[in-house]
């Protein structure tokens, strides 16, 4: 089965992850994967490994940008001819089914604003011959559209450099506590509140892995809050597993998830996770390995912070429930095996 992934962007974001490991995932199941995508360092990585990999414009929903990307798109599909197309959000969706005429379309649905999910369940209904959630909560949202929820696994992957020489390049001392933010730098992260929230734990480091829109105003807003000295903004990374190793904690204090990859990555790591109490969250620790805390509350935040960050105890107790929890609910074969089960099927039906 020929299967080609659309998605707008192949760098550090969780629905990217999803898709690097579908693609190396599915040779086991008989896949032959491609990827037509903005290009990151993942596409990077897929192309030096030998999978197809095409470059599509981003849409950025502007009607020239989307039809520059369905043209991009309908090179692809002549190239690879898929028999099927599994479209990663509603901007892809949209992009593929204008583009890949005659073959099946399966999206992903990550999530979107809830101020967008009127216009993605329109997109979704014209372009979709199945749409997956990731989540129950993220299914939920769809209310009048048939949706298949199949929840996000995570493909995860060992440190590649030990916890004392990560520390050591980032200028960490080993007894330090560290805690890390692996999210974009953009306002659905709501970093604010996490800076607000640091400005109440004293003692600690804030590791900042991502990039975004409001950068340079984190950067201000650490400065006016007095926790510059203790806040690292480390950009766009590369080595989410190895940061994993290098910190105790792990915190996210987003409006809205659909089933964050940042999340499962840090249970399966043995991080426990502090995070804004949302849909895709709560289903993600509802098996234990952290603690919510209320959307937007700095202080709950940092009392969540402190619990895990000065006591060993807890912290490793938690870790290792959060590691079991993802083994029991988001185990990479059963997702694929599921998701197999679902093309398979539609391009039987298609044929």
């Not at 197309?85 to 992903?108: D, Y």
């Not at 604010?192 to 975004?212: F, H, Q, S, T, Y």
């Not at 006016?224 to 996210?252: K, N, Q, S």
């Amino acid at each position: 089965m020929r299967v080609l992934h659309v998605i707008s962007e192949m760098g550090a974001g969780g629905a990217e992850a999803v898709v690097a490991g579908m693609v190396r995932a599915g040779g086991s199941f008989g896949w032959e994967s491609g990827v037509a995508s903005g290009g990151g360092h993942r596409a990077e990585a897929l192309r030096a490994q030998g999978f197809s990999t095409f470059d599509v414009p981003v849409p950025r929903r502007r009607a020239l940008g989307v039809l520059r990307a369905v043209s991009a798109v309908r090179s692809a599909a002549r190239a690879f001819a898929p028999d099927v197309v599994v479209a990663h959000n509603v901007s892809a969706s949209l992009v593929s089914r204008l583009a890949a005429r005659g073959v099946p379309v399966v999206t992903v649905f990550h999530g979107v604003a809830a101020a967008d999910l009127g216009g993605a369940a329109r997109i979704l209904r014209w372009s979709s011959r199945a749409v997956v959630a990731v989540s129950e909560a993220s299914a939920s949202r769809l209310r009048g559209l048939p949706v298949e929820v199949i929840p996000n696994a995570v493909f995860a992957e060992p440190p590649r450099v030990p916890r004392a020489a990560v520390r050591g390049v980032l200028g960490i001392g080993a007894d330090v506590p560290v805690a890390l933010c692996p999210a974009r730098l953009e306002p659905q992260k709501r970093h604010d509140v996490l800076l607000e929230a640091w400005g109440l734990v004293a003692g600690a480091v804030l590791l900042l892995a991502g990039d975004g829109s409001l950068r340079a105003d984190l950067e201000h807003r650490a400065e006016e809050l007095g926790v510059a000295d203790r806040v690292r903004f480390l950009g766009t990374r590369c080595d989410v597993p190895d940061l994993l190793e290098a910190c105790d904690v792990t915190v996210l204090t987003s409006d809205w998830e659909g089933m964050p990859i940042a999340v499962l990555e840090s249970l399966a790591a043995g991080r426990p996770v502090v995070a804004s109490d949302v849909d895709g969250v709560r289903e993600a620790l509802s098996g234990g390995g952290g603690v919510l805390v209320p959307r937007r509350s700095p202080a709950a935040t940092a009392a969540a912070l402190a619990s895990f960050l000065f006591d060993a105890r807890a912290c490793a107790a938690a870790g290792e429930a959060g590691r079991a929890s993802v083994e029991r609910d988001h185990d990479p074969h059963t997702f694929m095996k599921s998701y197999d089960e679902l093309l398979r099927t539609i391009v039987g039906e298609q044929r």
